[in-house]
């Protein structure tokens, strides 16, 4: 079964340089999330997409933006990178949630991206 | 916003069960109880999930108590592979509230 794929799996950049990570979600799903997850951390919600309209925003820097195209997937533009922003970032995707139904995420294996 | 609650670690031996607790006092009539888990250097991966009734499915079962304030996750014969941080987390209807959002989860550890 086709899984969330995410791109690249590594990024290494350099302070103050910008780096896009991308996510092509399950096919039909219309919801994405994006996640960020720090060394020894839980993972954050930082935002996400339904029929790609952004839904929701978490903890995501002003210096992140995203958007969801019109064949579903999304990527994540960062710019201005620290070396705080060295994390795991995953997608996930799933039906959106509505009443009277509610569904599981699938998620991606990550990209890793390192600032040095 | 609905919270959970769960013990920091937990020990297992390698084919016995594991019975993982949740307690979720403040949950809405619409919060379903999901749960994932998260291996190392891996991405989460989807559990089960539960409204009011019991759920089994391959990987697990998942007890729902009468009153929903509490749950448990239920690992029939935890094998070495079961070793993760398993989280539950409570998903509402639409915008923020069917987000996602992870708390402390419950670092399983399997003895062989």
């Known amino acids: 079964a086709a899984g969330v794929i995410q791109s690249p799996r590594h990024l290494i950049k350099e302070k103050r340089e910008t780096a896009t990570l991308k996510c092509y979600p399950i096919?039909?799903?219309?919801?994405v999330y994006w996640y960020q997850q720090g060394p020894g951390q839980d993972p954050q919600f930082l935002i996400s997409?339904?029929?790609?309209?952004?839904?929701d925003k978490g903890s995501i820097p002003d210096r992140f933006s995203a958007q969801q195209f019109s064949d579903y997937h999304s990527e994540l533009n960062m710019s201005s990178l620290e070396l705080g922003d060295s994390a795991l970032y995953f997608c996930a995707s799933s039906l959106g949630a509505g009443q009277g139904s509610n569904y599981g995420y699938t998620f991606g294996s990550g990209t890793r991206l390192t600032v040095v | 916003d609905a919270k959970t609650t769960q013990p920091n670690s937990m020990e297992s031996n390698e084919e016995e069960p594991v019975h993982l607790p949740c307690n979720h006092s403040t949950i809405s009539g619409t919060d379903y109880i999901h749960w994932y888990r998260q291996l190392p250097s891996q991405g989460p991966e989807y559990v089960i999930h539960?409204?009011?009734s019991n759920v089994n499915n391959r990987m697990a079962s998942l007890a729902i108590a009468e009153d929903r304030k509490s749950s448990t996750l239920i690992l029939h014969r935890a094998t070495l592979r079961d070793a993760a941080v398993y989280y539950c987390i409570l998903r509402g209807y639409g915008g923020s509230q069917g987000n996602l959002i992870f708390g402390k989860g419950t670092k399983l550890s399997v003895k062989p």
């Open positions: 997409f339904y029929e790609k309209m952004q839904s």
């Open positions: 539960g409204l009011t």
């Open positions: 096919p039909r799903h219309d919801t």
